[in-house]
């Protein structure tokens, strides 16, 4: 088994290695070798129980996998070894041959990974570590350091249920499960009010340690493993994470009938939040996108109104949309320093901005922009507890039920491109294409603009 991280850009066309592809239907061409995606997509990887293991693609940005570190039991490695792809440094992803298979904790379950994605975190941290701890700083809760396996978002199938496991959920071995990749101390301010995504030693199993979803097993604390619906397959469970961390952010905000919103990028999260928004109610949604198939998706998905900032003056279309005052809530999935400034200032008096993205560095922010309106600026940061995978899965399972009464309904699933094998790749494919999507990041972000 070979894995290995995806190249992703935010422009319209991304280019990979060369591979076998199938294409899904009323999707753009793909041609073989030098492969060309007509979409920004998100990449997941699909271990495939029992036959060839593929990549899964799907629109947006990059997207994760995930497991989580028990917080009372150590997990001792047996005497099998697997391949994991572990981060050994910047710009250094490796595919390990000889890591030990996890043991399964008393209190754990221990998973087989199917389908993985690759998230924009991901790619912070492939060029600027923030929650991989670093070689002479272990995590507080793992206790590891880099090289740590990667791989925050997933779906899989149980293989073992550990010996002391309360199982409330009564998962059995080759039930399907999502995964909450949550690492927290359990002990903190925070954790003890129920905030465990706030924990003050916060980090993400496929990035502080406890496994990752790129391996062939891992084992997670029980409490973070959710079953998934007989209608849900593994595919579309793989973006029960995202979807969760979409909601939780549409929730910090009383969305309603009437509200009007804006969501700058239409990227995975945005497309979540945008479905997020209509089933709540939202009248106006309007969406800031510069690439055409983004937009495409985003109106497919929900929107009402498209807004390309290269083309428009953002703040007065939305006025001009929303009776001159602006939207209710402004939903940032961009973080880029144009997009905090546009939602700041579209956003109307006494309206509420939530920032759902990771930022790589410090930015420019001017705090007149709410102080003058009485603008509240609120964080949505994502795995906020146990409720929201089950707000994940109960979006997925209203999709399902949507999709069945309508054709206009989407799955949440719906913008798959391609899927790819495994084999081809490796961790130099994968340190060339996560450099190159990088840098092409950056690039689309100098180029944004209000």
């Given amino acids: 088994m070979n894995h290995s991280i995806i190249r992703h850009g935010k422009r319209p066309a991304s280019t990979l290695f060369r591979s076998a592809v199938k294409a899904t239907a009323a999707r753009p061409s793909i041609r073989r070798g ?8 998100v990449a997941a990887l699909n271990h495939k129980l029992g036959t060839s293991q593929q990549i899964y693609t799907t629109g947006g940005a990059i997207r994760s996998f995930a497991t989580v ?16 792809l572990r ?11 000889d890591i030990p298979v996890p043991a399964c904790g008393e209190h754990q379950i221990k998973i087989k990974p ?5 998230c924009g975190t991901d790619l912070h941290e492939y060029s600027s570590p923030t929650f991989i701890p670093a070689k002479d700083h272990p995590h507080p809760v793992t206790g590891e350091s880099m090289p740590v396996t990667i791989g925050h978002e997933f779906s899989g199938e149980v293989v073992e249920i550990g010996s002391k496991a309360k199982n409330p959920k009564g998962l059995k071995v080759g039930d399907k499960v999502a995964v909450q ?14 905030y465990i995504n706030c924990c003050d030693s916060a980090g993400f199993v496929g990035l502080s340690g406890g496994g990752g979803g790129m391996s062939d097993y ?20 793989a973006l029960v994470e995202p979807l969760a961390v979409a909601w939780h952010g549409v929730n910090q905000y009383p969305v309603k ?10 990227g995975p999260i945005g497309l979540g939040v945008i479905q997020c928004l209509k089933a709540r109610g939202a009248s106006t949604i309007i969406v800031v996108e510069i690439a055409k198939e983004r937009q495409n998706f985003a109106k497919e998905f929900g929107a009402t109104h498209l807004i390309d900032p290269r083309h428009e003056d953002v703040v007065k279309k939305a006025k001009e949309l929303t009776d001159g005052q602006g939207p209710h809530l402004a939903l940032d999935a961009a973080g880029v320093p144009a997009s905090l400034k546009t939602a700041t200032l579209a956003v109307r008096a006494r309206g509420t901005v939530v920032n759902l993205a990771i930022w790589e560095k410090e930015v420019p922010f001017q705090p007149n922009n709410l102080v003058f309106g009485e603008k509240k600026y609120v964080g949505g940061k994502s795995k906020c507890s146990c409720l929201h995978s089950h707000c994940g899965l109960l979006l997925l399972s209203c999709y399902a039920a949507r999709s069945s009464r309508t054709s206009r309904a989407l799955p949440p ?23 190159l999507a990088t840098e092409q990041k950056r690039n689309a972000r100098t180029t944004t603009r209000t």
Avoid: W
């Avoid at 570190?69 to 490695?77: A, F, I, L, M, R």
């Fill in 413 to 435: 699933a719906y913008p798959v491109t391609t899927i790819l094998p495994c084999q081809k790749i490796s961790a130099r494919t994968g340190n060339r294409t996560c450099g």
């Fill in 34 to 41: 030098g492969l060309t995606v007509g979409v920004p997509f």
């Fill in 181 to 194: 990749p949550t690492v927290a101390c359990f002990h903190c301010g925070p954790c003890n009010e129920g």
């Fill in 114 to 118: 199917a389908f993985c994605g690759i």
């Fill in 69 to 84: 570190v028990s917080s009372t039991v150590q997990q001792k490695p047996t005497t099998a070894t697997m391949r994991a």
């Fill in 87 to 97: 981060y050994h440094g910047v710009k250094d992803l490796r595919v390990d041959n």
């Fill in 257 to 266: 009938e009437g509200t009007s919103a804006i969501v700058m990028g239409a």
């Fill in 218 to 237: 891992v084992s997670v604390d029980e409490q973070f493993v959710f079953p998934l619906p007989e209608h849900i397959g593994l595919d579309v469970g």
